[in-house]
């Protein structure tokens, strides 16, 4: 069985994902506290990443 290719998981959908994880720390407490770190570590490196579109400007424009 082939993995399946990775897709880009839009800016927005991590933020409400990230907003979630919030809300389980919110409720759980620190157990869930690992979930919200890397849902904003993740956010971060989207952010800091941009579109598809962002990046193949900025390749372009290196050139």
């Known amino acids: 069985?082939?993995?399946h290719p990775r897709q880009e998981i839009p800016?927005?959908?991590i933020e409400e994902m990230l907003l979630f994880c919030a809300e389980l720390v919110d409720r759980l407490g620190p157990i869930a506290q690992p979930l919200l770190d890397r849902m904003e570590r993740e956010y971060l490196t989207a952010k800091e990443r941009g579109t598809a579109v962002d990046r193949i400007r900025k390749l372009i424009g290196a050139n």
Do not use: F, G, Q, T
């Open 1 to 3: 069985m082939k993995p």
């Open 11 to 13: 800016l927005e959908r």
